[in-house]
């Protein structure tokens, strides 16, 4: 979702903001823009559709927009389509055209987030003699925000606040006031914003790998808060306009974590990166020789109280809970639902105050997350984050964070954070295994020893690559893929189905093996590939039978099953093999297969693996 940048120093700011801005670019964007002040003069506006380079294009790298403050943003499309003039930065002024160059305007911003009740204060605004030029709701904040400065002539901070009591929906945003020279003024609702700070320079970005070439230190602007930078000071305000105290945080990640490293895609880096996401995450929460969870204050009383589970995530991260369903449950034996956020959030659900909500979430900003977690603690249940992103607003407002340790993801499909979330839910179905007595301490003993070697056996999936890439080049055509499996199985299949289909764009559908015959198994007609998933021992025959009804109507076959289960070559026509493991902790392994082939099967079709068309990185709008 939209990006945001700002800078103000003694450097000119819009090389620095277009940097930032590429660094932004995993997020998703179809229009970009910036805004620089040159000393006193009037902020001068450019934007472009399309790709970045091309607003860089436009401002020779940034050099024809002379100035030391500025602001820069990436638009992913919600309120009007992606034009120019729907575009940001969005001006106060009146003005014909896209509000580029230099309009005469009080005030000129960048917002990432949705205004929900935009259509009332744009007629409160048309009353009050404002003309609009886009379809954004970013241009009626703007400009309510220049309504209340000039109204109350109390200055920025004051303007702020009263938009932010009027507004209702998510936002962050970032402002200049032409009055202001030198200063951008922010405020935050429910959309990522960081704060950073350096020596004679102050930074703002939606996400720490747009400033992190520049500063480690940031500041995690809280809801309903606004900061004022200087180039050489920072001030926060709480909604009442008094001034507050933020702690300052310094990232502690390697730069180099957040490029490319040598690999043609993030996403392909990522893949690679998931033995050691795993094992980092892993070390954490295992001490010698026994699973620790204080860190997130999960102690044996707190793990032993609970008689449900309700996990709660979106996307990729929904899937983890998916497969961790299987596991939890039957390690302890306690019934464990598994909801979409977005349907979560609205669905009225008896919620037991003796249920443990867990919401996964890698960017800890999904708006669907956030807002179930927000619902579940209403009703009084207790929340665990499990979130990769530090700080973030789901992780600054749950009960109890275990944060997992893939570092920065940048590849909008999701690969190794994925992977550190897997392991960190089999980490806390063991542990909550072992305090219930569902489970001896011989298996807890194996259980933990098989989960230390999880990372080493995903580096040796990794080897297998070059047969994949291989596979994926004979199917780079295909219209129709469909994934396979029954119990953990099946939620491997649904996240190796979303692999292909979200980078590859080629159609393809999960489903639990013995539903097939319930509908699905029209669809299959000559060639049509059909991929199972088959590592659980007590299940696999039936879903090589299902794979088998498939091929006898056309379909051809490829196989994903533990090393040793060679019958399957007698019946599928492609097979990979992953290492043996304990059959709860398969999942981590049977994925990387999958998305290799989704990644390559992408690369071979020519398309923008990292930033596939429509989608965003971190979905902080409804
Ligand atoms: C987006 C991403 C997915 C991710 C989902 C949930 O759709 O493209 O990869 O799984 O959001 O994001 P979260 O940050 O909450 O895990």
Known sequence: MCGI??????????????????RLEYRGYDSAGLAVRNGDALAEVVKATGKLYHLADKTDQGRSLPGTCGIGHTRWATHGD?????????????????????????????????????????????????????????????????????KYKIGPVDAITRTMV????????????????????????????????????????????????????VYYIDNLQVARIAPSSVKFYDLNGDEVTLPLTEITWDAAAAERGGFEHFMLKEIHEQPQAARDTLNSLIRDGKIDLTSAG???????????????????????????????????????????????????????????VIVISQSGETADSLAALRVAKERGAMTLAVVNVVGSTIAREADHVLYTLAGPEIAVATTKAYSAQLVAMDALAVQMAYVLGTISNEQYGHFIEELGAIPDKIRRVLEDKER????????????????????????????????????????????????????????????????GVLTQSELFEKTISNMVECKSRGAYLMGVTTNGNFTVEDSVNFTVYIPKTDEHFVSSLAVVPLQLLGYYTS?????????????????TVE
């Open 298 to 356: 999960l102690t044996d009383d707190t793990l032993r109280s609970f008689e449900q589970i309700d996990i709660v995530a979106c996307g990729s991260a929904w899937h983890v809970g998916m497969a961790s369903q299987y596991v939890i449950e039957d390690l302890t034996q306690l019934p464990v639902r598994v909801e979409l956020a977005s349907e979560f959030r609205y669905r009225h659900l008896p919620i037991r105050k003796d249920t443990l």
């Open 468 to 531: 994949l890439q291989w596979f994926s080049s004979k199917i780079a055509n295909a219209h129709d893929i469909f994934f396979i499996g029954r119990g953990l199985d099946y939620a491997i299949s649904l996240e190796g189905s979303l692999k292909m289909k979200e980078i590859s764009y080629i159609h393809s559908e999960a489903y639990a093996a013995g539903e097939l015959k319930h509908g699905t198994i029209s669809l299959i007609e000559h060639n049509t590939l059909v991929i």
């Open 5 to 22: 940048v700002g800078y103000t120093g003694s450097k000119q700011a819009a090389p620095i903001l277009l940097d930032g801005l590429e």
């Open 166 to 217: 009027r507004v209702r929906g998510s936002y962050a945003l970032a402002l200049m006031f032409k009055d202001y020279p030198g200063e951008i003024f922010a405020a935050r609702k429910d959309s990522p914003l960081i704060i950073g700070t350096a020596e004679d320079a102050s930074f703002l970005a939606s996400d720490v790998p747009a400033i992190l070439k520049y500063t480690r230190q």
């Open 82 to 150: 992606p034009s120019l003039v729907n575009a940001h930065p969005h001006v106060s002024g009146n003005c014909s055209g896209s509000g580029s160059g230099q309009v005469e305007s009080d005030v000129v911003g960048v917002h990432n987030g949705i205004i929900e009740n935009f259509t009332e204060l744009k007629e409160k605004l048309l009353r009050h003699g404002y003309a609009f030029y886009s379809d954004t709701d970013t241009e009626v904040v703007v400009k309510l925000v220049d309504y209340y400065y000039k």
């Open 603 to 619: 690369v071979n079709r020519g398309l923008d693996v990292d930033k596939p068309r429509n989608l965003a990185k971190s979905v």
